[in-house]
Every structure is written in C-alpha cells, then in structure tokens.
C-alpha cells in the first residue's frame, strides 16, 4: 500500500500540545497519516548554525513526524522574506505591501533544496507526496531533481492572484515553472484555477484545461482543481458542548448581561479586513442610537507575524480605531468594542461562537477562511446567530445563505449588522440548516480524500474546474 508524505512549512503536530489545540487541518491529515503509516515533513521551527539535513523523528499520537532545523539566515530569507513579505502580501492583492529582495528569491531556493534532499531518502517507491502552500512552490522541482518520480500534488491554502498583479514578482514564470512538476494542483476555488488559467494563456500562450483538468506546458502535464477545505464538524459542534466549551459559553453568556454579541475571530493580518470591520462597526453605531448600550462587538485578533512592519503599523492603528470608537460611544458600564489579542483553546473557542448572535467574518481576500464554518458548526440549532461573510473570502463560493458583504462598503457592512440583529428566529434557522449543511458535506475528511483521489494515477472524480460553476 502506498504511503501518504504530508510536507509543509511546520509541522503542527507536536507532544507538547494539548488535545484543545490541535487545528483541523492537522488532525484530518493525521487521520490520512495514520491510515497509511505516512509521515508528516517540515522545518522544527528551531534554528542551528549550520544546517546539518539531521532529521528529528517523534511519533505523535500514531504519526510519524520528522522536522529538521534551519539557520537563522535560511528563517529570515525564506520564511520571514519570500514567504511572509513576498508571496503572502502578492497572493493577498497586496502589491503596495509586497517586498522584493534577491536575497529572499535565493533563501527560499536554498530552503526548498534543503528540503528536497533532506526528505527524499524518506520517500518509498509508491508514497503519494501532498506538498501545502506557498512556502513550499518549487519543492516538487528539486525533489524531481534528486531523481523523485512519485505522484507529488501541491494544495495552496491562499488565493492565487490574477495575472496583472502575478507579473509584478521578477520570477513569476520561475515560480510557474515549477508547480509544472507536480502531477496535481489544487486550489482553493474555482476563482483561483481560472486566475492560474488566464496567467498560462495570457503569458504563455497555453490552452486551456481539458475537461479533466489536465493542462500541459513546459513539456509536462499537470492537472488542476479546486478543493475547498473544510472544518471537523464534530470538534466545533461537540466542543461547544463539551465541558470547556459550556463553561466558556456560560461565562460569555453572564458577560452578554442581556447584550447581543457581533463576533469576529482572526490572526491578526491586513488581508482579513479588521480595520476596515471596525470602521463599518462605528458606522452601524452611529446610526442606530436604539442598539447603543444593547450590543457589543468582541473581535478576538491573535498576534501574528509582528516581526513584519506592515503587521505593527497595522496593530497600531487597530489600537488607535478600538480606542477611538469605545471613547466615543462607550460608557462607564458598556465597552462597545472588546479587543482582544491573546489566543483560546479550541474548545472554548467553540463556546464563544455559540455565545455571539452574530459572526462577522469580512476579510479582503482570503483563500477559504475556517472561521465561517467554524461558527455556523457551533451554533445552537434552535437558536442560531446569523453569519455576514465577505464576498472575497473562498468561502463565500459555498456559503451563499450568509449574509454577504462588500467589506470595502462601510455602509452595506452597517446596514448587514443592522439586519442580522433584526433577523427573525425563523430566518435565522433557515439560513442556519442550509449552511450547516454544506459545512457538514464538505468538511476536512471530503477534502482531504477528494484531493488523495485525484492525486492518485487514473482514480478520482473529476476535480472541479473554473466553468463547473461550484
Ligand atoms: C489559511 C488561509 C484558509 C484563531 N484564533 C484562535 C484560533 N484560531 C483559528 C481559527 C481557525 C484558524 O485559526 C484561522 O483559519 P482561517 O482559515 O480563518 O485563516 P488563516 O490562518 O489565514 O489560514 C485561509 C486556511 O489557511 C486553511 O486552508 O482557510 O484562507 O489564509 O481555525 O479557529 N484557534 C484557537 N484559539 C484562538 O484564539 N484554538
């Protein structure tokens, strides 16, 4: 039986994590690890002098794991510079952010390489390798270059940008070039493999995908699709009843002291759209003097990549619009905005979003985003809240019975909340039953097998592509 290989950045199983803080993604790749007696690859998130490709082996809970280390130079280079200041800012929309240095372009060569070799005498002959996200584009191509020919598939978790702002990387056909030696591409949406599509026709004169997805440049062919991640049901809908999650719902619901909750949830990032939520927030307030003192908005922001300039400006003017709004509207006893940066574990996560009568969720641009279906998960299915959901987030493509929103219209936003708040019982139940439906259907275990099977030589359905209409 063929192995799965999970390669990625980090490796987020580790012993010294508690059960309430296992992400998802990592325990539905788990599942697929254990299944197949794979194995998890990924930098330790330690740094050494010099690399040595020494490979740390542990097994955690059935799963082996193996991370290595990197230099200090390689850490800065590849994750802080190509990774965290180049890709992510381009694949986000976010040229004016974008940092370009020859420097990161080589860290994250030399990083990939490291990989390469370090991982494949690791690979048996029939393992199926699943490489994630942006960190990791050109891994497929040095792992060919060490004579790897096994089924090798790339998932990326963020979007992929259309092509007038693609062509602003110097490297953007170096870095095309080399998703070319995967066998298969996933995306998150159709939006993003029709965005890959146009940048093959429009900068390289390349056809369209046939109608299983196979596309062919650079002498090989690769196929595409989209596979829209999803959530564990079960861990928000049991965790938000389970002993943490009742007694943080408990201490929300005393803290609501007959308020209704607007909820946000988020790493604190320019693509997912705070500022600009807070600002609509303010909005709403100012219009409707009858909800002043009746709600409150809780946006929980877990710090994030604050080495990065962009993210401390962007802290800093959060703390200047949270303290701007709560000095005009608050008083003695209500703070219209709780902003809070620390972190909660899963469980009471869930409790949270039982407690709050409204989700918003408006980033700019986001792949899929998981918060969405991790608040609908958690609702109580006789008294739902309601979701408002951006139009830019990947999962507005299957969650069209949230409301939805432009985050760039303070206004609409203003006029969403405004209308969640109002929402009548019957409404919000409807709304609720038909997105909870497609959050079960499509959930972590869909995506993960659904990507395995295409990955798999001749099996599978077919993966879902841009005129597929999702
Ligand atoms: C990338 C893509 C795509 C947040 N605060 C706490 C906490 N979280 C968890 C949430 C959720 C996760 O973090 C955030 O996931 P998102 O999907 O919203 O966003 P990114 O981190 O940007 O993820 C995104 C995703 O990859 C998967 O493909 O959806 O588009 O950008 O799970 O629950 N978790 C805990 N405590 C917190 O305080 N335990």
């Known amino acids: 039986m063929s192995r799965l290989i999970v390669v990625s950045n980090r490796v987020s199983l580790s012993n010294d994590v ?19 007696g794979g194995l998890w690859f990924g930098w330790s998130g330690e740094t050494t002098p010099t690399f040595s490709g020494q490979i740390g082996l542990e097994r955690v809970g059935g799963v082996t794991v193996a991370k290595v280390d990197l230099e200090p130079q390689d850490v800065d280079e590849y994750y802080n510079g190509y990774a965290n200041k180049t890709l992510w ?52 191509r040095d792992l060919r270059a060490q004579g790897v020919r096994n089924r090798i598939g790339f998932f990326l978790h963020i979007p992929w940008p259309a092509q007038p702002l693609l062509v602003t990387l110097p490297g953007h056909r170096k870095l095309v070039e080399a998703l070319f030696q995967y066998d298969l591409i996933g995306f998150q949406t159709t939006e993003s493999v029709s ?82 939520r807070f600002v609509a927030y303010e909005q709403f307030l100012g219009e409707h003097e009858e909800q002043l003192e009746k709600v409150f908005l809780l946006q929980i922001a877990t710090l994030s990549r604050d080495y ?34 620390s972190g909660f574990r899963q469980d009471e996560l869930a409790g949270i979003y039982r407690a709050a009568r409204v989700g918003l969720v408006t980033p700019l641009r986001d792949g899929m985003n998981l918060v969405a279906k991790e608040y609908v998960a958690s609702q109580d299915p006789a008294d ?30 203003a006029e969403a909340i405004q209308q969640a708040l109002a929402m009548p019982l019957e409404e919000r139940r409807r709304r609720w039953e038909a997105l909870m439906r497609g959050v079960t259907a499509d959930d972590t275990a869909a995506w993960r097998e659904s990507f395995i099977a295409a990955l798999k030589p001749e099996t599978g359905r077919r993966p879902r592509l841009a005129d597929d209409a999702a």
């Open 89 to 140: 800012p381009l694949f986000h929309d976010r040229i004016d952010l974008t940092a370009y240095e020859r420097s990161f372009d080589a860290g994250y060569a030399r990083v990939n390489q490291r990989f390469a070799e370090t991982l494949r005498p690791l690979i048996g002959p029939d393992d199926l390798v699943w490489v994630h996200d942006y960190h990791l584009a050109p891994l497929a």
């Open 195 to 276: 965005a890959f599509v146009g940048y093959l026709g429009a900068e390289l004169g390349i056809a369209p995908p046939d109608a299983d997805g196979r596309v062919t440049a650079f002498g090989r062919t690769v196929r595409l699709g989209a596979f829209p991640i999803g959530i564990n049901v079960e861990d928000f809908a049991e965790g938000a009843r389970s002993p943490t999650g009742e007694e943080s719902h408990q201490r929300m619901r005393d803290s609501l002291a007959g308020r209704q909750m607007i909820l946000g949830v988020d790493r604190l990032d320019y693509s997912k759209g705070l500022e600009e």
């Open 308 to 341: 990065v300039e962009a993210y401390q400006d962007l802290r800093a003017r959060l703390d200047a619009v949270a303290g701007r709004i709560n000095g005009r509207f608050g008083t003695v006893d209500w703070v219209p905005l709780r902003y809070v940066n």
């Open 384 to 413: 739902p809240g309601v979701l408002i959901l951006s139009r830019f987030a990947g999962a507005a493509g299957q969650m069209a019975d949230a409301l939805i929103v432009n985050p760039y219209d303070r206004e609409g936003m």
């Open 18 to 36: 508690g059960a309430g803080s296992i992400g998802g993604l990592a325990a539905a790749l788990a599942t697929a690890l254990r299944e197949s």
